[in-house]
């Protein structure tokens, strides 16, 4: 395959979930060997009604005066790109597409991580809603895709992390027909899907999304992807990436694609 080792999904202590420092982050990258870092830290959007107490504009504001910094200290070591994984963008689409104008971002992950602002993380998962929790995914999921101001959809079936947690199926085969509507929206729009090696140490136990729906999305026409690893903590920077290389070649994908501005530039 031909590619440098570029992470497309990393988290700093920007993001309200992360306890480590961009800069700490990026030593990781550097003495891993990777080349190139998106930091995506999350913003979540909500309906309407809800006031978020981390997700305004100076939280954007404080990602790139850390980026900057973390540039500076890792000038001809490590490329930094800049990034974030909105979540939800759907919701609040004039508030995206200001920040997409606004904002030096390379590359943009599309992610759903909450149902009626409610995360998936903390949801109740009961023989008697799981079928709801996966529709209800996979709908929001749609409508992402639909719109698609993003770059690459994040880790595509994330519910199999949540559902297999439980004791549940990933209901892969209810969906199929869902993720082949979603698969080609994304195509149409000239976006990309992301293989998020994540679900390889977590609860899911393989990468999102699964190489069924990498294969679907080949047969679609699909060719943007890119690899991230999702990684909250130092050590999970670059994890898995060979696996994730060997998933990508198995589907016949042979490129890894890297963004600059929301352009792919391949490598
Ligand atoms: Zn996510
Ligand atoms: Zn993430």
């Known amino acids: 395959m031909d590619h440098i080792k570029a992470d497309y999904h990393v988290h700093s202590s920007i993001s309200p979930d992360g306890n480590v420092p961009m800069d700490e982050m990026c030593k990781a990258a550097w003495e891993k060997g990777i080349k190139e870092v998106v930091f995506t830290d999350h913003y979540e959007f909500y309906l309407p009604g809800m006031k978020s107490e981390y997700f305004h504009e100076e939280y954007i504001k404080s990602y790139f005066k850390e980026l900057e910094k973390c540039r500076h200290l890792y000038d001809g070591k490590l490329l930094l790109k800049g990034g974030m994984e909105f979540g939800q963008s759907y919701l609040e689409r004039d508030t995206v597409k200001r920040f997409i104008k606004n904002y030096p971002f390379d590359y943009i992950i599309g992610s759903v991580h909450k149902l009626n602002n409610v995360d998936l993380e903390k ?15 996979y709908e929001e999921l749609l409508k ?9 959809m994040g880790h595509l079936d994330l519910f199999k992390r949540h559902a297999r947690r439980h004791g549940f199926s990933d209901e892969y085969e209810r969906h199929e027909e869902t993720i082949r509507e979603i698969l080609k929206y994304i195509i149409e729009r000239g976006k990309g899907i992301e293989l998020n090696t ?7 136990r393989e990468a999102m999304p699964s190489s069924a729906i990498l294969k679907m999305y080949g047969e679609l026409g699909g060719e943007i992807i890119t690899v991230g690893s ?3 903590k130092a ?9 994730a290389y060997e998933m990508l070649n198995q589907a016949g994908f042979n490129r890894i694609a890297c963004y600059e501005r929301h352009k792919v530039v391949r490598q």
């Open 235 to 243: 050590q999970d920077v670059g994890a898995d990436f060979e696996t």
């Open 198 to 204: 994540s679900g390889i140490r977590q609860e899911a």
């Open 230 to 232: 999702d990684a909250h």
């Open 144 to 152: 992402l895709a639909r719109w698609g101001e993003f770059d690459c």
């Open 123 to 137: 949801m109740e998962y009961r023989e008697d809603n799981i079928h709801d929790i996966a529709d209800r995914y």
